[in-house]
């Protein structure tokens, strides 16, 4: 007999007691924080779903591996297993251990970007567009047509659109063109997947132009779930193969292990060319750490060594995107407007639906994510006009293209009975939508202005 319902995989061994609160002290919390959700204490936060990175719980081989890991300076036991498994994962030639994601991308990014180039990507993460554009280049995305409507259903949402693609190396001069970055799956468009299909076709584009493809692996365990279960031609193969097939198509990767590594720490910039990481390492020398730790420790190599075997497991897999799909489709049948299909590590409200109301420059997105907070104590992050608006000539408002509320999932963290809570609050907020009231902002940072700016409903 098959059962349908889909079990969490794994046993708790270990727990992390959460403090209740009312709505009420959450209005308090809440104020204190300048309405900025990162700006809350996590212990005034019931169910924590800002982001996936670095939350997940660790296996008990995970923990195991912090035991033995290897505290030497150089060359260390527990830094040749974690290149090992990269290797074998990505069969990239060299690999450059960073303490996360974003400075593998500040490393590699700080060497081939500058004034006068330009990077093409599916999509750029916040910190991979503020990487590049640190360095003085250019950061275009170039998303499909249908990867930007959130209620349109399609397999591949995350895909690069391939004819875009082409105009703008053209436009550009392909010279100047320094990087391709095809981020698995697409975070900011939607935790959508990209196709095996897709992903050949910007490669063959990336080799006739002579310009680099580089993956953001982040997340490329579930990408590989989707196109096992989306991708006829792949029916067949593991999720570990599927992987490594993608990765062929391309020059190298950055990761942040927070995610499909399963640690809370942890990253590393993985390169084929010689001559470009050992520029890269000696910039991984100066801000990072030596050439065999980065910005890890001994324990946590070994933590990622292990967690980059445990994501591929077919029982994680399911259950991962299983849960996630449970959560989206509540929400969907409740008349919840959301990205669809539902992504791998998230679900993505769409804002400016729900909050018909509020006109883009008042945030619709920021103000679901406070009224998430102040009734259900619901950490959600925006990701919209906060994160990606732009200002014209007379500082207006150029919003992003979506207003979007992030409900990321946490790896092994939560079980159905919380996301069964999270559903209960959304009843509620769909009973006060009319109410809710826009935001604006009072205060504000250069750079990634989601993380530090100060807002008020208006
Ligand atoms: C998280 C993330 C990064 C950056 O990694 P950090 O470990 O947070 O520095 C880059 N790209 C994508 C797609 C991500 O999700």
Redesign the pocket.
């Known amino acids: 007999m098959k059962y349908k319902t889909i079990i969490e995989p794994f046993r708790v061994k270990m727990v992390e007691s959460i403090r209740m609160t009312t709505e009420k002290e959450r209005e308090k919390f809440l104020k204190e924080a300048k309405h900025n959700l990162f700006l809350v204490k996590a212990e005034d936060v019931i169910i924590d779903l800002l ?1 996936d ?2 939350t997940a719980a660790m296996s008990s081989k995970q923990w195991a591996g912090i035991m033995i890991g290897d505290e030497s300076y150089a060359g260390a036991k527990s830094w040749k297993k974690m290149e090992a498994t990269i290797k074998d994962l990505t069969g990239y030639r060299h690999v450059l251990p960073t303490h ?6 500040r490393i590699l990014y700080g060497c081939i970007g500058g004034k006068g180039k330009t990077f093409i990507s599916n999509t750029h ?4 567009r503020a990487n590049i554009e640190f360095s003085n280049a250019e950061a275009i995305d170039c998303p499909t047509e249908i990867g930007k409507k959130p209620s349109v259903k399609h397999p591949f949402k995350g895909n690069m659109n391939v004819s875009k693609l082409i105009s703008t190396i053209k436009e550009r001069g392909q010279e100047n063109v320094a990087g391709v970055i095809l ?1 698995v ?4 468009g939607g935790g959508q997947p990209v196709s095996m299909k897709n992903a050949k076709k910007v490669s063959e584009i990336c080799k006739k132009h002579n310009i680099p493809l580089i993956i ?1 692996a ?2 490329i365990a579930e990408n590989a779930y989707f196109i096992k279960q989306r991708e006829k031609a792949y029916k067949n193969n593991t999720y570990k193969e599927i992987a490594q097939k993608m990765f062929a198509l391309a020059d190298g990767c ?6 499909d590594g399963i640690v809370n720490m ?2 590393f910039l993985a390169l084929n060319n010689d001559k470009l990481t050992e520029q890269c390492k000696n910039e991984l020398i100066i801000t990072e750490g030596f050439i065999t730790y980065g910005g890890i420790s001994g324990r946590d190599m070994e933590a990622i060594a292990v967690g980059l075997e445990e994501v591929f497991d077919p029982d994680y897999l399911q259950y991962r995107i299983a849960s996630t799909t449970y959560l989206g489709e509540r929400l969907d049948q409740m008349g919840i407007p959301i990205m669809l299909p539902v992504g791998g590590h998230a679900v993505y409200i769409d804002a400016k639906s729900l909050y018909s109301h509020i006109p883009v420059d008042q945030y619709p997105g920021q103000s679901l994510a406070c009224n998430l907070y102040l009734k259900g104590g619901i950490r959600s992050s925006e990701i919209g006009s906060v994160m990606f608006g732009k200002k014209g000539k007379n500082q207006e408002l150029i919003p992003a293209p979506m207003e979007l509320v992030r409900l990321a999932i946490p790896r092994r963290v939560y079980t159905q009975s919380h996301i069964d809570y999270v559903i209960e609050v959304f009843e509620q907020i769909k009973k006060e939508k009319k109410k809710a009231k826009g935001i604006k902002i009072v205060k504000e940072p250069k750079y990634l202005r989601h993380f530090t700016s100060h807002f008020k409903f208006v």
Request: glycine share 14%; hydrophobic share 15%; charged share 25%.
């Open positions: 982001t990175s670095g996360q994601g974003r400075a593998a991308e993460f916040d910190t991979t981020t799956t697409n975070n900011s953001d982040c997340r950055t990761m942040s292990a927070k995610k942890g990253g």
